[in-house]
C-alpha cells in the first residue's frame, strides 16, 4: 500500500509511533523515525528510542534512517523534512504521534506542566505541518503538481472532549483537531490531505489510566491502531481530507465535527437573556446539557 513511499514518523520511538513505523515499513514505505527520547513526562533525551524502531525495521527488510529531535523547534523540523528529502528525494506522508503526559487537577496545574503539554502536542503539530506544507507547496509549484497527494496525519484523542485531570492534555488535542480542520482547507489546492486519527491502546502513556484498567495488551496494544494511519499515508485515501478516525481493538470510527445541534429564532426579533431562559427547554430538548463523562 506504500510502496515508493517516503513518510516521516514522529514520535516513531515508543508506542503507537513505534508501531506505525514499524507497519509503514512492512506496507512497503521508506521511514525517517523521529524521536528525542523522553520520559513520559518530557524529561530527558535519549537517541536510542529511534535507532531501535529503525533496527526493527531493517531487521525485516525494510528501509528506514533514525532523526533525533525535538517538533516543537521549527529549525529543527525543517531540517528534518529537508534531510529526509535529501536522503531520499521527496516526502510523500508524516504523522506525528510525539507527546507527554503532565496531569493534574486544573485548580492545582501549574504553568509548567500545562506549557510543556500544549507545546509538545499542539506547537508540535504545527511546527511539523509548518515545515511539511511550505516543503510540499514549493515543490508542487515547481514540479506543476504531484503525481500522487501528499498526506500529513495528526494525532488527536478521545480525550479532547474532555477528561479529569488533563486540562493540558485535553485542550492540546482538542486544539489539534482545529489546527487539522484549518490545514486541510488551506492545503487542498496544493493536493495535500490533512486528516486526524483518535487512537485508544495500552501504552506507557495510558497505562495508568482508570479506563485501561485490566486492558489485555494481545487486544488493546499499540499495534491494533496501525491500519489508520497507514491507510491515511495512501493512494486508497486519495481524496479524504479534513475527517478524523477513531480506532480502538478491533473498532473503527468517523468522529464528526462540532456541529449545531438545533437552531431557533427569536421570536422577539433579537435574543434577550430572558427569551433565552423561556425557551430553554425548547433550545436543549433532547441533549444533554451537563456533561459528567470521562473518556481515556
Not at 480525550?159 to 485531570?165: D, I, L, P, R
Amino acid at each position: 500500500m506504500l510502496e515508493d513511499r517516503v513518510c516521516i514518523v514522529c514520535g516513531g520511538g515508543n508506542g503507537i509511533g513505534e508501531e506505525t513505523a514499524v507497519a509503514m515499513a512492512e506496507a512497503g514505505a521508506t521511514v525517517v523515525v523521529n524521536d528525542l527520547g523522553v520520559d513520559v513526562s518530557g524529561e530527558g533525551a535519549d537517541e536510542q528510542p529511534a535507532e531501535e524502531t529503525v533496527e526493527r525495521i531493517e531487521d525485516t527488510g525494510g528501509e528506514a534512517m533514525a532523526h533525533f529531535g525535538d517538533v516543537t523547534e521549527l529549525a529543527y523540523t525543517e531540517q528534518l523534512v529537508a534531510d529526509a528529502v535529501e536522503e531520499y528525494g521527496a516526502v510523500h506522508a508524516v504523522a506525528n504521534f510525539a507527546g507527554v503526559l503532565r496531569d493534574s487537577m486544573l485548580f492545582k496545574m501549574d504553568e509548567a506542566e500545562w506549557d510543556t503539554v500544549v507545546d509538545v502536542h499542539l506547537k508540535g503539530h504545527f511546527s511539523l505541518l509548518r515545515a511539511a506544507s511550505s516543503h510540499w507547496r514549493d515543490r508542487y509549484k515547481q514540479d506543476d503538481g504531484f503525481e500522487r497527494e501528499r498526506s500529513f496525519v495528526c494525532v488527536s484523542s478521545g480525550v479532547s472532549v474532555g477528561n479529569v485531570g488533563q486540562a493540558n492534555y485535553s485542550a492540546a488535542k482538542a486544539g489539534i483537531l482545529g489546527l487539522m480542520r484549518t490545514a486541510a482547507l488551506e492545503l487542498d489546492q496544493y493536493d495535500v490531505r490533512v486528516n486526524a486519527m483518535w487512537p485508544t491502546a495500552l501504552t506507557r502513556m495510558t497505562e495508568d489510566l482508570p479506563g485501561m484498567a485490566g486492558v489485555d495488551p494481545d487486544d488493546m496494544g499499540p499495534q491494533h491502531t496501525t491500519a489508520v494511519p497507514v491507510f491515511l499515508a495512501g493512494e486508497a485515501a486519495e481524496g479524504v481530507t479534513g475527517c478524523t478516525l477513531a480506532i480502538a481493538g478491533d473498532s473503527v470510527a468517523i468522529v464528526s465535527d462540532p456541529e449545531r445541534e438545533r437552531t431557533l429564532s427569536s421570536e422577539e426579533g433579537q435574543w434577550s437573556p430572558d427569551e433565552i431562559a423561556d425557551r430553554w427547554e425548547e433550545l436543549t430538548d433532547g441533549f444533554e446539557t451537563r456533561r459528567m463523562t470521562s473518556g481515556y
